[in-house]
């Protein structure tokens, strides 16, 4: 048997997941938490923890299987600087620190607009321009110290095999670097006097090379294992439909962030102000999207204690109409700039009803992301909330789609081995889910919600 090895970093957890080949089944996964340490100079990842913790478990996954291949794929927003001997610059700063907004008069006025790049104007370092503006601000040597910008994915492959890259589909999620109309760099670039220190731009699937020398000894994998570019994870979550799937659909990734993804869909509705943006996919097409930190809200608002709910809790919450309102995570997302509400009143904590509320709740906004994406088709939802039969019946009836749910519980490390499997493999399998048998309760429910949402946006303007 053969199998991949894909190094998957999400902002929650860094994980290595070993990848059956031809089933590109997940035979075996470790896990780390992806833990911001406080600095100085400034909250960072652990990126050295991450890289012991990924030879040793490559080490223990070929030991125990063999390893064929090595893909890579990571959360976007982030860059990381390195020096002229190839080590860090700079600590990678994490991309919600607030530090960037410090900036915000003095760099808003150098970054491209919205037509130019498709990337909004986001809070903290969401803008990878606005983490560089303000690290060199806060560093005066650091914009002569580094001598390379890497992509996040292509870190680890670099780390891997000694050969520095970038890729699109990190340069295109939301960096104000990359101009996806052009596909080429943006104006920042220059401005900003980085042209030749961003690190070539390579396409995702490419090999950049074989496993540097000390990363065999330390791993007992052959020297001639091949080391793939990198996907940025939501594009990773994209990929294995974009090779299988005809257009037109959209796939729904969720973790920490929910990112809808449309691809042949109708002339999107695009504001910067709602958190759409244009992605760029693994063939370097623009790709209109839409996000909301779905995953960190589940966790405000249940804070570990999700219940199922029952039958009896359903019929509660669609005759009260037990609703909550956007937004929790107000910086980011469609609804932003908006305090959440719960209406007629707040479910316990640990109920069912809480949990149920919460779920149609992070559905309506979803449905509200594909209509700022212009979905048409099926829509295919990825991740954990492909678990969530509530989450995606009301995810049905409110965009009158079919929705597939993915059989497994994150698309983004079959996706990065889909980087070296190639378009040989069978599309994902799914399951099908189509409006439920109180369809007419949750369609009546959801038009409630618009229409409260509609009611809270007059009153605020009012």
Known sequence: MSYIAAIDIGKTNAKLALVDRATLDEVAVVTRPNTVRP????PHFDLEGHWMFLLDSLRDFHTSHGIDAISITAHGASCVLLD?????????LDYEHPGPEELTETYDPLRPTFAETGSARLAGGLNVGAQLHWMFAQD??????????????QYWAYRLTGVAATERTSLGCHTDLWNPGSDDFSTLVKSFGIEGKIAPVRMASDVLGPILPHVAQRTGLPSTTPVTCGIHDSNASLLPHLMTRPAPFSVVSTGTWVIAMTVGGDAPHLDEGRDTLVNVNANGDPTPSARFMGGREFETLLKGASCQPTNADREAVLSQSTMLLPAVSSTTGPFQGRAAKWLPHEPPHGSGQRSLATSFYLALVTAECLKLTGHKGDIVVEGPFAANVDYLQMLCVATECTVLATRNATGTSQGAARLVAGTSQEPPEYRQHHPAENTALLRQYAERWSEMVRLADDAATA
């Open 39 to 42: 600095g100085p100079p400034w």
């Open 84 to 92: 002229a001997d190839g080590a860090l610059a700079a600590p990678m």
């Open 140 to 153: 005066p040597y650091l914009r002569a110290r580094t001598s390379q910008i890497l992509t996040y994915p």
